[in-house]
């Protein structure tokens, strides 16, 4: 007689799950087959609303939701996580004047060509920004804490083979932000306000809500404007290094237009009136919708039906609840 491998342990013997599991298979495929034909989706369990302190109680909750599919592993995560990072690399060059395709700029990363017509630049920024993805993913693994070293770090690989000089270096003249009413302050000043800036993050860091404090972030961080260039992408790099290091997805603000007015237009009213909570909800309303979008592919995914018992369930309980 051969001896018993774990993996050839009959279910019902597994600790744990005994006779519970075929019931709530079952259910589990259900609730799949159900997203997977668009019976319900997530959006609408979760509805919209203006309130801040609501979409941060769903967060939390949907939050909770991709925890119970943890650990977070396997192709489809990859998969997930690299259109994730693509559609994040298009709108964010996008928004700073790229004129590459989302098709393109998958094709700059992943298969590493050139696309007729457009400048080598405009190549760099593609291979750039998804470099500073993996920079910030990786700074998340090694535990690595943010201070002015990493933001610089950053910057260096967003401006890297594009403007030397002032890559990774804080800006040594007057810049101004077109469009835009705010005047970002004198380079003069740059250096002891990102001090404040740096303080800032250490007093709130344990403090504040993760998606709060990675919204303040942007928004001082943009409004310093510490760099002569790449001030939007870096401190949206930054928002997501505090969102990843909380276990939260990449969030990603739209380079469509309508959207992208709406993010400009948050960022001027806090710094002309000083009010942050445009510009917070603005954030709060992205991070909801990429934890949506990242959860219906996951709990739409087979593989993952003997995890995630905490989003069936409360999906389920939501659904009668309607
Ligand atoms: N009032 C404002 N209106 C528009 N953009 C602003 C405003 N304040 C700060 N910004 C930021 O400035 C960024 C543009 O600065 P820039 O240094 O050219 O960055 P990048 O080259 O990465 O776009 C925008 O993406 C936005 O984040
Ligand atoms: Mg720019």
């Not at 998958?106 to 920024?125: D, P, Q």
Request: aromatic share 10%.
């Amino acid at each position: 007689m051969g001896y018993l491998k774990p993996w050839l342990v009959p279910k019902n013997e597994e600790k744990g799950h005994k006779t519970k599991m075929p019931e709530t298979k079952e259910k589990f495929l259900k609730l799949i087959s159900n997203i997977m034909n668009n019976e319900f989706n997530l959006s609408e369990l979760f509805p919209n609303s203006n309130d801040q302190d609501i979409i941060l109680e769903q967060i939390e909750d949907l939050k909770k939701c991709l925890d119970s599919f943890r650990p977070l592993e396997g192709r489809h995560i990859e998969k997930l996580d690299q259109y994730f990072d693509e559609v994040y690399t298009y709108d964010s060059t996008t928004i700073e004047g790229n004129t590459l395709t989302l098709q393109e700029t998958a094709l700059v990363i992943n298969k590493g060509v050139t696309i007729g017509g457009k400048s080598l630049n405009e190549h760099f920024e593609i291979i750039n920004h998804k470099e500073a993805i993996d920079y910030i993913k990786d700074a998340v693994k090694k535990k690595n804490s943010y201070n002015k070293r990493l933001l610089l770090d950053i910057h260096q690989l967003i401006l890297k083979n594009i403007n030397p000089q002032d890559a990774g270096k804080y800006r040594n003249i007057d810049v101004f932000i077109s469009g835009s009413e705010h005047k970002p302050p004198t380079f003069l000043q740059v250096e002891s306000l990102m001090e404040d800036y740096f303080k800032y993050y250490e007093d709130n860091k344990d403090i504040l809500n993760p998606v709060l404090l990675s919204a303040e972030l942007h928004n001082r961080l943009v409004t310093i404007h510490p760099f002569i260039d790449g001030n939007g992408r870096t401190s949206r790099l930054i928002m997501n290094l505090v969102l990843l290091q909380h276990g939260f997805p990449i969030t990603n603000i739209s380079s469509r237009n309508d959207l992208r007015e709406d993010y400009y237009k948050s960022l001027e009213t806090s710094q002309v009136n000083g009010n942050h909570e445009v510009f917070n909800l603005f954030i709060v309303k992205n991070a909801k919708e990429s934890l949506i979008k990242y959860l219906e592919v996951i709990s739409a995914n087979g593989e993952e039906s003997e995890k995630g018992l905490y989003f069936y369930n409360r999906v389920e309980e939501l659904i009668k609840n309607k």
